[in-house]
């Protein structure tokens, strides 16, 4: 599986960009970037988005993309995830006041720029080659992290997480697990805010990496670091000395 990192930050500054990421060219999972990252052909490769929860970092590129995406004689392209953020992206985003339905508006060829996809908690959905399965994890709005399987090889994305269990859980279960991405918003001084925000520090990471009872000999790739404290959080991260751990990087491909 090919992971190509459109943008692991939890915020946007010169250089930063909002969590996305592109599975094998044509799964995007989450979609804080899209349009400042890839050209148009690239663009018209995604066929499918899966969208962890409504946070803006997550789903901020969406109506952007829409307008990129309108001239293209292909069917719709499906926004997978759990039923209140398909809600959320329908009532706050693509109402007709904030940006028009895309959901609605017909391009030429007469299908809808985009169509919204329910996947329901712990249930698998096959898309487009992948199999994906959203697991609830804790953050302040309802949030699915994601067991996706391709090829035989799993990959683990928590999402956006304070303390959980049960995506640790399916880390354990997942069959030929090849890497997790999961959280670190915070440096550890900042503990008190990364809790009551659902969020991870450093050394809440730690813990919550202990829940994995399978030898960690796969990449924990970490994301979602706050701009601001991007430098700090490197440094904390490095003094785990939790081997196979690394900071992504926008712009550079993985290879699982
Ligand atoms: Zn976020
Ligand atoms: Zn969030």
Redesign the pocket.
Known sequence: MKIRVLGPY?GDMPGCF??AFLLNDRLLMDA?TIGQVLDLKDQLGIRDVLIS?S?L??CNALPFFAVNIFSNDAPPVNIWALQPTLDSIQNHILNNQVWPDFTKIKKLNGTPVFELRRMLEKEETRINGFQVIPVRVNHPVVTSGFVVTEGGKSLVYT??TGITEEIWEAANDAPNLRGIIT?V?YPNKMQKLAETSGHLTPAELKKELAKIRRKLDIPIFIY?MKPEYDAEIRKEIKDLRVPNIELLKTGKTYEL
């Open positions: 939890g909002m969590t804080g929860h946070h970092d997550h999402a956006d959280e918003s979602h």
